[in-house]
């Protein structure tokens, strides 16, 4: 749980007691390529950290799927309006490469955020930084080409390699053709 407590240091100021508590409450799992972390009418549970790999959000509309996220390592997420509302998401989480998730229930985490004020601080962070990509990605489908979104996010992660292209070009909102294009024009 290195990189979790790694993670969790960059992000508060904790002592290793504390530090140690929190992460005993921490299940990891894996996952094989093309394997579901959830499927579409489950309802979500827990909240996941990305130890290694990398995984895809996405959901079914007009016999498409539509990319609407990507995690990978060093991640922390969940789908938070299933988790919050207990109603069964509408979404799948897929392993695009096989991977490694440290989990913890959403009782748990609640429980620690009421034991340690610091955790409650971590949790804040998490989802302002959340909110804020959230908030960048629809700006740049708004003010950027989708050229300019390609290599923004190519600077990012080289993990964007492991993407297949169809599923890189839902995420882009763009066809596979048009990604083909953008990527051979930048060879």
Do not use: C
Not at 50 to 72: C, E, M, P, V
Not at 175 to 187: A, V
């Amino acid at each position: 749980m290195i990189e979790l407590s790694n993670f969790i240091k960059s992000q508060i100021n904790i002592s290793n007691d504390d530090l140690q508590t929190i992460l005993s409450n921490f299940q990891e799992r894996t996952i094989d390529k093309d394997k579901f972390v959830i499927k579409k009418g489950q309802i979500v549970t827990s909240y996941y950290f990305i130890k290694s790999g990398g995984l895809r959000i996405y959901f079914d509309k007009d016999d498409r799927q539509i990319t609407g996220w990507l995690a990978f390592q060093n991640d922390f997420f969940t789908e938070l309006n299933s988790l919050k509302s207990g109603q069964p998401t509408q979404f799948n989480i897929h392993a695009i490469e096989s991977s490694t998730l440290l989990t913890i229930d959403k009782s748990q985490m609640e429980l620690l955020y009421r034991q340690f004020p610091l955790w409650q601080q971590f949790g804040r962070q998490i989802w302002e930084n959340a909110f804020l990509k959230v908030i960048n990605g629809i700006l740049s489908y708004q003010t950027m080409t989708a050229e300019e979104r390609y290599l923004g996010m190519m600077k990012q992660s080289d993990l964007l390699q492991k993407v297949p292209l169809k599923q890189l070009a839902s995420y882009l909102g763009i066809t596979q053709t048009s990604l083909s294009r953008i990527r051979k024009n930048i060879k």
